[in-house]
């Protein structure tokens, strides 16, 4: 036995087997398809790395090798970017703009080829202007099985003409404006669309059944009236929208829009430039005109938060009444929330019985009248003031102001105190009146958002048990826990 095991130690590592090495191929293959870890931007496109999955999968050994090569679901997803490519091949080789675009054909060849007959994702990120160097036709030939497809690029006029019946998700960022003319996309299938940047040209070459687009995502800014109205053409024919992120200028104007399936609508005002003659950017108009019934998720803030961008209260109760929606989340990042006294705010908190999620950061001037403050703030949020149940479902409440306004809107204590007291379960604790929520705060985070000591409060809740943090001006913090 003694011998046995001497003789295992001595033997060349060329015989020597592992545990590992006995693995069947097929289990092999499944361990290395979770090595992909799909998440964030991963989960629709690998990148072509040597140091990492499913590149670093070829390079172990023979077997590995062999194993990796012959599994299509490594090689379905592909994130190209000119670091991405320099990075694979030698630097020298590339010293025109045709090299890197003969490369970019070669990476994909090879990736997707082993991929067999397999849907693909492909990203392709590129701020040289290739578009003159590519083989369209070998684009083209990749494109049309792709099921998701991301274009960041000069001008991706690579798109024009191509035909996709697979197409499911398709996204364009363009960092040149221009005006680009060809023959059309064709993307019958499209269900998400995603513009960024000078993209707005890409509507015009698109060829899509707008009534079967579920998700639209427009990133870039619109320039002119024009465009304006090309988006609310766009909103008027996608009946069938679930999801809707869009930035758009202050000014709107036409008939209603109504979008029956919508549940999520992230919109973000334009500010203008310092200059402009316009410095406030409103999300009224825009309100104004939508009839949204099936709305439960709204995000409504600026392109630079805190710095401009102001919403009137009475406009998002009359588009909620006018939609008879049920809101769960509602977030509101903008400089200032506009109504004319507490009792116009407390309206529009009882306009939203099913909010479950509140956020709103601001400077909080005018949310209950002009001049108000914080404390006017949490005396509407307080469950049973003045006789009435707002919002009797919040579970979580997150409120931050820009640290410049916290000198003349910090609420006292005892505002908040009871707030807090009248949406959290205590046990033993008598409720005043016997009135009590449909649920309790079980998250809460009110502060500055900009000078985390001194000047700022916070607390924290768990359901029953409490604890809360007070920090004061001198920045040394209190902690009670009730």
């Known amino acids: 036995m003694v011998r046995t095991k001497k003789a295992s130690y001595a ?11 006995e693995l069947p191929v097929e289990l092999l293959s499944k361990i290395f398809i979770h090595c992909l870890n799909p998440t964030g931007l991963e989960a629709y496109f690998i990148g072509a790395h040597p140091r990492s999955a499913p590149m670093l999968l070829t390079q172990v050994c023979s077997r590995w090798r062999k194993c990796a090569l012959d599994t299509p679901q490594l090689w379905c997803s592909l994130d190209l970017t000119e670091r991405t490519i320099v990075n694979s091949v030698n630097v020298t080789q590339i010293r025109f703009t045709s090299d890197l675009a003969s490369q970019v054909a070669g990476l ?48 991706p006029v690579c798109i024009l003409g191509l035909t996709s019946s ?51 995502v427009w990133r870039g800014a619109m320039e002119d009236e024009r465009s304006s109205q090309r988006f609310l053409e766009i909103l008027r024919r996608c009946r069938a929208l679930t999801r809707c992120s869009a930035i758009v200028p202050s000014r709107f104007r036409g008939l209603t829009i109504s979008m029956p399936n919508l549940a999520q609508l992230e919109i973000r005002v334009l500010v203008p430039g310092v ?32 710095e401009n961008g102001t919403l009137g209260v009475q406009f998002l109760i009359l588009m909620l009444l006018r939609s008879s929606c049920s809101l769960t989340h509602l977030t509101i990042c ?22 479950e999620e509140l956020k709103m950061h601001g400077y909080f001037r005018s949310i209950c009248g002009w001049g108000s403050t914080l404390c006017d703030l949490f005396k509407c949020l307080t469950y049973g003031f003045a006789g009435t149940e707002t919002l009797p479902n919040l579970r979580r409440l997150d409120i931050e102001i820009p640290w410049a306004a916290v000198f003349y809107t910090l609420p006292s204590v ?13 046990e033993g604790r008598p409720r005043s009146g016997g009135v009590q929520p449909s649920a309790y705060l079980r998250s809460v985070s009110i502060g500055s958002c900009t000078k985390p000591s001194g000047l700022w409060t916070s607390w924290w809740f768990d359901g029953i048990r409490t604890m809360r943090k007070i920090g004061d001006r001198d920045g040394d913090p209190t902690c009670v826990i009730p």
């Open 11 to 21: 033997a060349p590592e060329s015989l020597r087997r592992f545990p590992i090495q």
């Open 414 to 426: 005892d505002v908040v105190e009871a707030m807090l007291r009248s949406r959290t379960e205590v």
């Open 334 to 355: 903008l400089k200032d929330v506009v109504s004319a006294s507490a009792m116009e705010f407390s309206t529009f908190l009882q306009a939203m019985p099913g909010l």
């Open 108 to 155: 994909e060849e090879m990736w997707f080829g082993r991929a067999k007959i397999l849907p693909l994702s492909l990203a392709l990120r590129l701020r040289t202007q290739l578009a003159p160097h590519f083989d369209k036709a070998s684009l083209h030939s990749h494109f049309s099985r792709c099921t998701v497809l991301s274009l960041s690029m000069f001008e």
């Open 275 to 306: 200059l402009a003659p316009e410095p406030e950017a409103s999300l009224d108009p825009f309100l104004s005109i939508l009839h949204i019934p099936s709305l439960s998720h709204l995000t409504l803030s600026s392109t630079r938060t805190y």
């Open 166 to 216: 697979v197409l499911d998700e398709l996204e364009v960022t363009c960092f040149y404006p221009s005006r680009v003319s060809g023959p059309p996309m064709h993307a019958p299938r499209l269900r998400k669309l995603t513009l960024g940047g000078y993209a707005e040209w890409t509507v015009g070459q698109l060829d899509f059944l707008l009534p079967h687009l579920q998700e639209l």
